[in-house]
């Protein structure tokens, strides 16, 4: 088969599977500048209570009997994440230094991933599981594809698509697993008295906008599912 003169990927025309990569793209930049737009209206914006995102995390970790994880500064932007492995709640300076509703919000987040550790929550196992799968399929998965259609392996073509789905099921458990870690924190500030209502929608409008990042990673993946089924078949039809 001609795999560059059938998918217009040389001379011979246009791929139209490359509209599902644009609509990927689109997605995530409209969600990336949600986002940035959103954290960095309310993260000039302080909480009465002058609480820093340190203060948050370890008042909660205690209210919720956690004994065994430490919280730590780290650099960077958006670096702000809960390692189950070390025990380790890593905030940036931007989360772990401010009192404002943005530094709040991630700060509560991310110790709810530390409560979903402790309570042994299921999707954030299944999830830690397929971290090596995802990594892996990602790349592999795609290279197994077009190099199964260029040398006409229908074998490989299925293999690489079964590989490139771990990638796919990860980005889709993880929703559910973000989605929970916010009303965990969301309903910490509040019944701890650390937000007041309004801070409290402030701190929603946060969570929510991170959170669409993730809808949009999985919507993104699907959509190169997607285009690695069409290319395939288009394979076989060739």
Not at 33 to 53: D, F
Not at 59 to 73: C, Y
Not at 149 to 159: A, H, M, N, V
């Amino acid at each position: 088969m001609n795999l560059f003169g059938y998918y217009g990927m040389g001379f011979y025309g246009f791929d139209p599977t490359y509209y599902l990569v644009i609509i990927g793209m689109i997605i995530t930049v409209i969600a990336q500048v949600n986002v940035n737009s959103t954290m960095k209206k309310y993260s000039k914006i302080g909480t009465q209570y002058g609480l820093t995102g340190e203060d948050v995390s370890n008042r909660i970790l205690n209210n919720a009997g956690i004994r065994n994880v430490s919280v730590e500064r780290v650099k960077g932007e958006y670096t702000d994440h809960y390692d189950p492995r070390s025990k380790v709640l890593r905030l940036s300076s931007a989360v772990h230094d401010s009192t404002s509703i943005t530094a709040i919000g991630v700060a509560a987040h991310e110790v709810g991933h530390a409560i979903q550790d402790q309570q042994n929550y299921t999707f954030l196992r299944i999830r830690s599981a397929l971290v090596p799968v995802a990594s892996f399929g990602s790349s592999a998965g795609f290279f197994s594809v077009i190099l199964g259609i260029i040398l006409s392996f229908p074998g490989l073509i299925t293999l690489g698509i079964i590989v490139f789905s771990g990638t796919v099921l990860f980005q889709v458990v993880t929703l559910p697993v973000e989605f929970n870690a916010s009303s965990r924190a969301l309903k910490n500030l509040r019944q701890m008295y650390l937000m007041d209502g309004n801070e409290l929608k402030m701190a929603k409008k946060v969570l929510r906008a991170a959170a669409l990042t993730y809808v949009a990673a999985a919507a993104t993946t699907i959509l190169t599912l997607l285009r690695l089924v069409l290319l395939s078949r288009g394979s076989n039809r060739d």
